[in-house]
């Protein structure tokens, strides 16, 4: 916890410039589940990883490139001109897309839903309609097996479960994948191994920065973690912005660029991090996806690039870890994730250690 505090305040000057991102709208930032692909309307300044499908001026493109948000039409290193035929017409699909639903929040045609424990489709764009009340704009969707534990996901909820025999009821396996289900590109990109890989690398650092998925919170919360040169300040007060979730999300800035790129308010409420498990697993994999730290790549190029575990520590912590600062709990780190790898039935790959 203490060392987020120190890897932010050093990454404070980057994030601040970098981060400060054009807050997606809630309909651009719902995904939308096509016949042939799922994509989301294209927000300028949001980060899309490698195979993100995106809807620009009436036509699809899909990132060749992990990119900050570059015009489709512009940077076409970055984007290729894609087809997803017809639209979110009902019938069957794996859901993989599929967000709880929000009241209030702006939907459009092809959403799907899950509420209630069932899944339902938009047939119009609406504000947040109930999907039980509000029949002529949403209809009930299959979506083959419905949400229950984790359908098709890379890791079953027995394994979770082997892996943090003691952790704290806060963080579900349920929330867990509901939240990578929100965020293009987490552990959907590369092979299968790759994949597992991937999952098993977060939530070995997720392990490590929470003491086995215990802590929800800091535990001293006596710091003011308030950047106040920042143009929107510390709406939430100058102490509210302590360590939570899985990552232990810290400081103003922090919240502010996760709750944008999320879209949530997460700076004028950073308790609501702590509230609710899938919102707490998504502002970690926000960290994950985005953000390098004081390493060179994200922890999520560093996994689907081969580049390493080692790498992902780096991003995290390498300050205070890497290059021989605190081999002990590098090899924490190491060891969980060996183990994670060997619940799941997969290699570690090479490149460990930092």
Not at 45 to 64: D, L, R
Not at 79 to 96: I, N, Q, R, V
Not at 124 to 134: A, L
């Amino acid at each position: 916890m203490l060392r987020k505090r120190i890897l932010a305040s050093i990454a404070a000057g980057v994030m601040a410039a970098t981060m400060a991102v054009i807050a997606p709208t809630a309909s651009s930032q719902a995904e939308v589940s096509a016949q042939a692909c799922t994509f989301t309307n294209w927000v300028q300044g949001q980060w899309y990883t490698t195979g993100s499908i995106v809807k620009f001026e009436n036509n699809y493109y899909i990132a060749e490139h992990d990119n900050p948000g570059y015009s489709p039409t512009v940077s076409t290193w970055y984007w290729e001109p894609t087809s997803c035929d017809g639209g979110g017409g009902g019938g069957g699909g794996t859901c993989a897309s599929a967000t709880d639903w929000v009241a209030g929040r702006a939907y459009v045609t092809g959403n799907i839903v899950r509420y209630n424990g069932s899944y339902y489709i938009a047939e119009h764009d609406n504000p947040g309609y109930d999907p039980t009340v509000s029949t002529w704009f949403w209809e009930p969707h299959n979506c083959g097996g419905g949400g229950g534990g984790g359908g098709d996901f890379l890791i079953t909820e027995a394994q979770f479960n082997q892996m943090f025999p003691g952790r704290n009821s806060f963080y579900t396996f349920q929330g867990f994948v509901d939240a990578t289900r929100t965020v293009a590109g987490f552990a959907t990109t590369g092979s299968d191994t790759v994949k597992k890989q991937e999952v098993a690398a977060f939530l070995a650092n997720a392990s490590h920065e929470t003491g086995g998925l215990v802590y929800i919170e800091e535990i001293n919360k006596n710091n003011d973690l308030c950047d106040e040169s920042q143009p929107y300040g510390c709406p939430a007060g100058t102490y509210a912005y302590y360590g939570r979730g899985p990552i232990q999300l810290s400081w103003n800035f922090n919240y502010k660029a996760a709750g944008d790129y999320l879209g949530l308010n997460l700076l004028q409420n950073p308790y609501q991090v702590a509230q609710n498990s899938t919102t707490a697993w998504r502002t970690a994999i926000w960290y994950w996806m985005t953000q390098t730290g004081p390493g060179t790549m994200t922890a999520h190029n560093a996994m689907v690039n081969s580049a390493g575990f080692g790498q992902t520590i780096r991003s995290i912590n390498g300050y205070l870890e890497c290059d021989g600062r605190n081999p002990a709990q590098v090899q924490s780190r190491v060891s969980k994730y060996q183990q994670i790898t060997g619940i799941i039935g997969v290699t570690p790959g090479g490149n460990l250690y930092c």
